[in-house]
């Protein structure tokens, strides 16, 4: 079955803890992207990466770091979590770029406490 | 920057109900437009979407029409059902300055039988 596959799913840890979440597809998608959802501003982009070792900033990339070391996963790296990264967070991916359809993981639900 | 701004939440309407949730957005250029679809607790949907200005997208009953003349992308259709409550949100990728793609806050719609 396609899919992204997010992992952990929900996570609950403390300030200055390093984390990384986990991105996977198995589609041999080369675009891949990370968003942060929060409750009245929709999605903003963290992260993309066009291809293997090409990684672009979003809108909100203060605070995360990406790798993108083989086309299959793009992990998500906050490296000194603080709490106004209490979020949800979806990756996503396409075929070639983000003009065809973006196929989004089930989410992965952070609370920085 | 780019911007997307789409019109405040619930939408609440009766089945068979027209519906319509506007969208205007702010891009140098010619940018392309997506409505992507959020069902509850799963990950976004790509719905729709038009990549020059008088295109028209369509997809499930659902259309909008890219109007570069009012920097606009509204989301109609004639007959809703109660399987379309859901939240949508209008997103735009520029045509200049990279790939980033921006959404707006979204709009929760909910169909009573």
């Known amino acids: 079955e396609a899919q992204v596959t997010q992992n952990p799913r929900y996570l609950i840890t403390v300030t200055g803890k390093k984390l990384t979440v986990t991105c996977s597809q198995n589609m041999n998608h080369e675009y891949m992207s990370w968003y942060r959802q929060d409750p009245g501003l929709g999605l903003r982009q963290i992260y993309y990466?066009?291809?293997?070792?090409?990684?672009d900033k979003g809108d909100v990339p203060e605070g995360y770091k990406v790798s993108r070391k083989e086309k299959r996963n793009f992990p998500l790296i906050l490296e000194s979590p603080s709490p106004n990264q209490t979020s949800l967070y979806f990756c996503?991916?396409?075929?070639?770029?983000?003009?065809?359809?973006?196929?989004f993981g089930d989410g992965t639900r952070l609370s920085i406490l | 920057g780019n911007s997307v701004t789409q019109m405040e939440g619930p939408v609440t309407l009766s089945e068979e109900a027209f519906l319509t949730i506007n969208c205007t957005y702010t891009?140098?250029?010619?940018?392309?437009l997506f409505w992507y679809v959020q069902y509850p607790g799963e990950g976004l949907q790509l719905l729709l979407k038009a990549t020059k200005a008088d295109d028209k997208g369509s997809n499930k009953g659902f259309e909008a029409t890219y109007r570069k003349e009012t920097t606009s992308f509204h989301l109609e259709k004639g007959s809703v059902q109660v399987s379309d409550s859901a939240v949508y949100f209008c997103a735009l990728i520029g045509s200049t300055g990279g790939f980033k793609t921006i959404f707006g806050a979204g709009t929760r719609l909910f169909v009573k039988a």
């Open positions: 996503a991916s396409s075929p070639d770029s983000p003009y065809q359809p973006q196929h």
């Open positions: 990466s066009m291809n293997v070792e090409v990684t």
């Open positions: 891009a140098t250029g010619y940018p392309s």
